[in-house]
């Protein structure tokens, strides 16, 4: 009996682990850290079977950090499986973590949010949590209920960067560009310990900001060189985190006609993206990529991916083959709007297309919306000026605050040789001036 007690010790959730090693539970704890702060040394937790390897958690965490750096299927499961056990251990963040990762690549923030309220009770005043609850929040537009639970994850830990990237995001919505940026430039000294997918997305964000904020270019430029394309200077960097968040801001400024005062950053990327041990690791990424593909004139490599999803697809059961179709559409979509044939581009996105309804393949809201963005391009180049003016408008209707918003609606109205063009320059030149010129 004594012997058995011997080999029962605490995590840093409070729960029991069958062990008779404080190096084991200190590597699993560490490995705990690591995932809450999308931290990089996730690696630590191999080091918990170095000490103990009969530990069956230490083999079960192992074992998930393994399959999730080969499998993103297999690392799903384990997340769906590992949400069951909320009921039986509420205080078990980790496994909270990891059925949040799963509600977003199923695009349902309300089961993500259900979850965290349903362990809340026993998490109160606890680190990291306010920043799982504040994510789900804002996803379903939630705004200020978002805003309150990162200032409280903020306030409870102010180098907690899933609570920072909750607030920014919360800023960005609202416009409140210039206090974003200055927000996370603040924050961004404690990102260096962070994962490259954390670091380069919370950056992203920072140069999402300058560029709706009509910053100078330079700007925008000077966070892709140094604090998103540099990271992959660093020998543990994981590349394809980098480059997804490398091509999403590049699409942007594509949406904007800004790519030239790029020079040749995309055809770099385009380069890397190329490389086929990049393909099939993230949805998202291979949307985009199929864009930067496009755009680059590597046309035999983008259809090549487009063949290898539609594949994939193809093997998937019904049901999921329906969810996943919206991917496959996204990605033809890109495909064509990077070689500008915007007829069959908006012949695919249909007369009712939202894309916060594109979430499955992986994004958030803010990451989708340049999917919105490149219809109301297409649109316009296509000479639809009626149809153009109305998304556009209602979309304004939700978010005035970006001059971009205000010259594609001036665009239109002038396509359309319609007066109230004045009135959108003059809302455009007042935003462009109100931030950071």
Not at 92 to 105: G, H, M
Not at 180 to 186: D, G, I, P, R, S
Not at 364 to 386: C, H, K, P, R
Not at 409 to 416: D, I, N, T, V
């Amino acid at each position: 009996m004594e012997e058995e007690e011997g080999r029962i010790k605490l995590d840093g959730c409070g729960y029991d682990v069958t062990t008779s090693s404080q190096l084991c539970i200190s590597a699993i704890n560490s490995y705990y850290h690591q995932v809450l702060t999308y931290g990089r040394k996730r690696r630590v937790i191999l080091e918990a079977l170095v000490h103990d390897n009969n530990c069956v958690l230490a083999n079960t965490l192992a074992a998930h950090f393994v399959s999730s750096h080969s499998s993103r299927a297999t690392s799903l499961l384990h997340a769906a499986k590992s949400h069951l056990l909320l009921k039986e251990f509420p205080r078990d963040l980790v496994s909270l973590k990891r059925a949040q990762i799963l509600c977003f690549y199923m695009g349902r923030p309300d089961l993500s949010l259900s979850l965290v309220n349903q362990v809340l009770p026993q998490n109160e005043g606890e680190n990291y949590i306010y920043g799982m609850l504040a994510f789900p929040l804002l996803e379903l537009g939630r705004m200020k209920d978002a805003e309150e639970a990162a200032k409280r994850g903020f306030e409870i830990n102010e180098h907690d960067g899933w609570s920072q990237h909750a607030l920014c995001h919360v800023l960005q919505y609202e416009c409140r560009f210039r206090e974003a940026v200055k927000f996370m430039e603040e924050c961004s000294s404690s990102w260096s310990s962070s994962s490259s997918f954390m670091l380069t997305h919370n950056w992203w964000h920072v140069a999402l900001c300058y560029l709706e904020g009509s910053a100078p270019m330079q700007s925008v430029l000077e966070v892709y060189d140094n604090y998103i394309w540099k990271e992959l200077d660093k020998t543990d960097a994981a590349a394809p985190e980098v480059y997804l968040n490398a091509v999403a801001l590049l699409l942007r400024l594509c949406v904007r006609d800004e790519l030239e005062f790029f020079g040749d950053r995309l055809h770099k990327l385009a380069d890397c993206l190329a490389d086929q041990a990049n393909w099939y690791l993230e949805w998202h990424l291979d949307v985009l990529t199929v864009w930067a593909l496009a755009k680059t004139g590597q046309i035999s490599k983008a259809d090549d991916l487009l063949k290898g999803l539609k594949e994939r697809i193809s093997r998937m059961t019904k049901k999921k083959q329906q969810i996943m179709q919206k991917g496959m559409m996204l990605a033809e979509v890109l495909y064509a709007y990077g070689r500008g044939n915007y007829k069959y581009g908006l012949e695919l996105l249909g007369p009712d297309f939202d894309g916060n309804d594109c979430k499955i393949i992986g994004a958030s809201d803010e990451q989708v919306d340049v999917f919105n963005e490149v219809w109301y391009i297409m649109l316009l180049n296509s000479g639809d000026a009626t149809k153009a003016i109305e998304v556009i408008d209602k979309r304004i209707k939700k978010r005035d605050g970006t001059a971009f918003l205000w010259r594609l609606l001036e665009r239109g109205y002038k396509l359309a040789k319609r007066p109230e063009a004045e009135i959108a320059n003059e809302k455009a030149k007042f935003f462009e001036s109100a931030y950071f010129n």
